[in-house]
């Protein structure tokens, strides 16, 4: 790589010597002035300097993001980011190697080198997202839900199997090790790297929107759509504008009682509040000084949900404490203080503050408990409100009348005990006024009632707590009190842990809180997303049935990161976020309906009420638990050898060669169509005409709306496409473990249970009207007919649409429905980049405007006739809408494509179809 700016040098590491590209060159020149730039933006900074060759990377582009000071971020610019790795995790990685493994196919058939097709970035793909909450209840349930996680996914892994084979620079993490961001934070992420003898700072994009997580460690990085990751893998730079920083000042310390997760809830409120979408944050004040790793981690995870493309905090001290704690080896933690500190990327308490595009301030010490819900995480709620919020919430968004404010969910049996996983389970109903009074269910041997605010799944989930050994101590040491006192979770509250690395079982063992956790009720049962990604597993079948046949409005409590409709579980409409403790407290209370700072979650074995106050640890008690019972050793051991010692992935038998042999017959992973017919020229831009509404949406459309990956119904179109191949309702999975079939996925898309399609009013579902003939049906039914009349069609939506994950499958099953153009009030980020890279345009209605302002009715035939060749990132289109008369409205839209590589990728089709042709002529 030429040296433009004549900015390489060298340093010591401790361990010899190594080049690096000397951010103070540029500063030298006159270019810049490295002090008043935010660290982020230093890390963008080093990469353009680094890999600047005057072909991907210009010197006009070192230095415009050396000039970030004075244009704060505003400028418009291009910047090309080549990060140095890229994380995946098996919901969207299997989709990535599935098009990865189609590429090949194509260039083969084109007649190219197949073995261009190969990651040239490393790779790694942690398999998390696959266990499911089957089974809850004992020390077996660990043992039963990985055996029937790889019973389930035999053809998923056998797939991955062979692409750890096949590809070169790309490793797979096996089930069963923990959650990605977790894996990642732990042991992946180094803060720095030696490669030919350089040196440079860790960055990564990953196929998940909480990759965000190691921006806590210093680490720059921000979730992708799959597409996009592939173009990373095969030596594509990401292309985003310059982004503007938003400093977020931390003063203070949080006080008695409040948690890690406590605060990013009051940080994504905040944060949501200042619209940070599509910006950097980066953390800085005397506050992130007081802050531990663990908790800077639970921030950053949090950024997707505050809508930032990353939560940032620096390089420092405490990073170096964390990866000693963590087990990283001497001489790697003496690379990354040598080189931070050589290249003015460690940060300090007496360093100056840098230049922000704008500032936002929060003192720690007005952090309180906090819940977020019931539908979305910046929806935050302190513990002193929330009984009263949940009425409020039960009679306006869930159009029910509150009860009487006695105990939810009083029970008889059993005398109050754990329940007995060998009782029978019955279902009876005899209640006039069900969610009030309550529905009588027995089941495992025990009777209660249950009505509206019951809890009836608490989860310690996801990576966002379960890394942080605080809050997960914390949840141990109120379960330990609780159980001195004789209070277990209640018997209709389905229980779970799952952490997100197997070091969390360590240390509960040590501490021996994993007992104290299962006197209540809670064992783990798997280490993976499970509840946090939909994977909840069923509700025992007589709560399922009861509360399906009485419309309940039940709670799930989480200590996750989303809680969207349809999204934790199809029975459970209200899902809290809380901290690990809050969510062993909601399992004592069993019941959202409650003011926890003023009545008992239950009653000791002596009769005497017990308060949340009575069991809730001091930060002290937590802190000698952690300085005690969690160290390095626990972290090397779990992760030596990590590619190698699950035996049962080890056993998976796998085909060979570097071409996928595709199985017809396979309901898992089938070639995708959009390469198969794939020719070397390029076909013109060519405007829209004739197009009908498929989907007319209001406002927060989610990514889980759009393309669910929870579980599959059977009388669903995919549910019934899985029956006619043979495959039993039992063995559907979920549609997040079918992604490698584009046939079970474009049945799906738009298909979430709580999705509501005005086109089609009083419906929930993926209903729609075929407008000719004006029948109602299935989305999927009338894309089919569309298609077959080879009509185009468009979706009109809100605001933030594509909100949440970062869902490749949610642009790939648009475009397979035959959608050609998205009408928006506005995008979330990564969705709007994944339309992009799959060749469906997105339009944005004018500031101000929205379909419903313009009197759309979703009826109309809509035409572009402006679209062409001459298309430009960023410029504003007129659009026609006719209604059955002829009468037409025309209205302005801005294209959001935000960059000329981005259309590029719109000109070929897609990001797939752009790089298989570049490598095609090379």
Not at 852 to 881: C, H, R, W, Y
Request: with cysteine; charged share 20%; hydrophobic share 40%.
């Amino acid at each position: 790589m030429p040296d433009v700016f004549n900015a390489r040098s060298s340093f010591d590491t401790g361990n010899g010597s190594a080049d690096y590209y000397r951010l103070t060159a540029l500063e030298d020149a006159g270019l810049t002035k490295v002090a008043e730039l935010p660290y982020s933006i230093r890390v963008l900074l080093e990469s353009v300097l680094r890999n600047c060759d005057d072909y991907v990377v210009s010197q006009d582009d070192v230095k415009a993001v050396a000039n970030w000071a004075q244009t704060k971020g505003t400028g418009g610019e291009e910047v090309p980011f080549k990060p140095a790795r890229v994380v995946l995790q098996d919901f969207t990685g299997v989709p990535a190697v599935v098009d990865l493994a189609a590429m090949r196919s194509a260039m083969q058939r084109l007649g190219g080198d197949a073995n261009k097709i190969n990651p040239l970035v490393p790779a790694d793909l942690v398999i998390d997202h696959s266990v499911q909450v089957d089974h809850y209840l004992g020390e077996s349930s660990l043992d039963l839900n990985i055996d029937m996680e790889f019973s389930r996914n035999r053809e998923r892994y056998e797939f991955l199997r062979w692409g750890q084979k096949a590809f070169d620079n790309f490793r797979v993490v096996p089930p069963g090790t923990g959650i990605v961001h977790q894996v990642n934070l732990e042991y992946l992420a180094k803060c720095v790297f030696v490669r030919d003898g350089v040196a440079l700072p860790d960055s990564l994009v990953g196929t998940d929107s909480h990759t965000t997580m190691i921006d806590g460690l210093g680490v720059v990085g921000w979730g992708v759509g799959g597409i996009e990751a592939e173009g990373v893998m095969l030596g594509q730079p990401i292309y985003m504008l310059m982004p503007e920083v938003v400093g977020m000042k931390l003063t203070g310390k949080l006080p008695a009682g409040a948690t890690a997760t406590d605060l990013v809830l009051m940080v994504t409120e905040i944060l949501r509040k200042e619209k940070v979408v599509g910006k950097f944050v980066e953390f800085f004040g005397d506050g992130v000084s007081t802050m531990s790793l663990a908790d800077r981690a639970t921030i950053a995870n949090m950024s997707p949900e505050y809508g930032a493309t990353m939560g940032f905090f620096p390089i420092d001290d405490r990073t170096l404490d964390y990866l000693r704690l963590t087990g990283r080896t001497d001489d790697e933690v003496t690379l990354v203080e040598r080189y931070t500190k050589e290249n003015s990327l460690f940060r300090t308490d007496s360093a100056a503050v840098p230049t922000f595009t704008r500032t936002v301030e929060l003192d720690l010490s007005n952090v309180v408990p906090s819940l977020a819900g019931p539908k979305r995480p910046q929806d935050r709620i302190t513990v002193a409100n929330m009984k009263s919020q949940w009425n409020t919430d039960l009679q306006e968004v869930y159009e029910k009348t509150p009860g009487d404010r006695s105990p939810a969910g009083r029970w008889e049996g059993e005398g109050g005990g754990v329940p007995d996983p060998a009782g029978a389970a019955t279902a009876e109903t005899a209640i006039a006024d069900p969610g009030v009074d309550g529905v009588s269910v027995e089941n495992e041997g025990c009777t209660f009632h249950l009505k509206h605010g019951s809890v009836v799944i608490a989860a310690i989930t996801s990576c966002t707590n379960t890394s942080n050994p605080s809050v997960m101590v914390a949840a141990g040491l109120v379960a330990q009190k609780a159980a001195e006192r004789g209070l277990a979770a209640k018997p209709w509250v389905k229980t779970s842990i799952a952490p997100g690395s197997r070091v969390v079982t360590d240390y509960y063992e040590k501490s021996k809180l994993d007992v104290e956790l299962a006197k209540i009720g809670f064992y783990t049962v798997g280490y993976g997303c499970t509840t946090c990604i939909g994977n909840s597993g069923p509700l025992p079948a007589p709560i399922s049935a009861a509360i399906r046949e009485h419309d309940l409005v039940v709670s799930g409590v989480l200590s996750g990161n989303r809680n969207f409709e349809g999204r934790i579980n199809p029975d459970v409409k209200a899902n809290y976020l809380a901290s690990p403790p809050l969510v062993v407290v909601y399992a004592l209370a069993g019941t959202t309906d409650i003011d926890l700072n003023n009545e008992p979650i239950g009653e000791d074995t002596e009769g005497k009420p017990v308060f949340m106050r009575d069991i809730w640890p001091t930060q002290e008690e937590v802190q000698t638990v952690v300085s005690n019972c969690v160290r390095p050793e626990m972290f090397q051991t779990q992760y030596d050898d990590v590619w190698n010692k699950n035996e049962k992935w080890n056993a998976i038998a796998t085909s060979e060669g570097g071409i996928y042999d595709w199985n017809d017959d396979s309901t898992y992973i089938q070639e995708p169509p959009f390469l198969v017919d794939l020719t070397p020229e390029v076909s013109p831009i060519k405007p829209l005409a004739g197009a009908r509404c498929l989907a007319l949406l209001g406002d927060s459309v989610t990514t889980d709306h759009i393309s669910p990956a929870g579980a599959i119904a059977k009388d669903s179109p995919a549910g019934k496409f899985l029956q006619e191949q043979g495959v039993a309702p039992v063995d559907f999975n979920s549609y997040g473990s079918r992604r490698g079939n584009d046939r079970v996925m474009t049945r799906g898309t738009l298909a979430n249970i709580r999705i509501r399609n005005q086109l089609a009013p009083g419906t929930e579902g993926g209903i729609t009207r075929y407008l000719p003939s004006d029948e109602v049906m299935p989305i999927y039914d009338a894309s089919m007919k569309y298609q077959a009349d080879g009509t185009p069609l468009v979706i009109l939506a809100g605001s933030e649409y594509g909100t949440g994950s970062s869902r490749d499958w949610a642009a790939k099953g648009t475009f397979l429905l035959g959608v050609r153009a998205v009408l928006a009030a506005s995008y979330e980020r990564i969705h709007r980049s994944n339309l992009v890279m799959m060749g469906v345009l997105p339009l944005e209605f004018e500031p101000g405007s929205t379909w419903q302002s313009l009197g759309l009715t979703g009826e109309e035939t809509f035409s572009i006739p402006e679209l062409g060749e001459d298309l430009k990132p960023g410029q504003t289109i007129k659009v026609s809408a006719a209604d059955s008369s002829g009468s037409a409205k025309e209205f302005a839209m801005k294209v959001r494509i935000d960059t000329p590589v981005e259309l590029d990728y719109y000109r070929h089709g897609g990001i797939l179809q752009f790089v298989l042709r570049k490598l095609l002529a090379e």
